[in-house]
């Protein structure tokens, strides 16, 4: 199945992820991806991470369960030879 046509639901299933059914913080999205708090906010200012939300005036960051679940399935590959896609820098 296509990422662009799986549900939320089963993206959940793919990952044994059961939802907080709101956005995340900066250590949950860490938590849930199994990286260190450090290596999310590296991807965030580098660009290479998933999309987040910040609202105006304020430092706070907050993640998407949906949006951090499809950029870990973005990741899927069959092969170790097959190529990944790079950020722009």
Excluded: I
Aim: aromatic share 10%; charged share 20%.
């Amino acid at each position: 199945m296509n990422l662009d046509e799986m549900t939320f639901e089963q993206l959940c299933e793919l990952f044994n992820y059961t939802p907080k059914g709101r956005p995340l913080t900066n250590e949950e999205a860490a938590e849930l991806l199994s990286f260190a708090p450090n290596t999310l906010e590296q991807h965030r200012h580098k660009g290479t991470g998933p999309n987040f939300f910040s609202p105006p005036g304020t430092r706070r960051v907050w993640y998407s369960e949906r949006v951090l679940l499809e950029w870990l399935a973005s990741g899927a590959r069959s092969s170790t030879s097959e190529a990944t896609v790079k950020a722009c820098a």
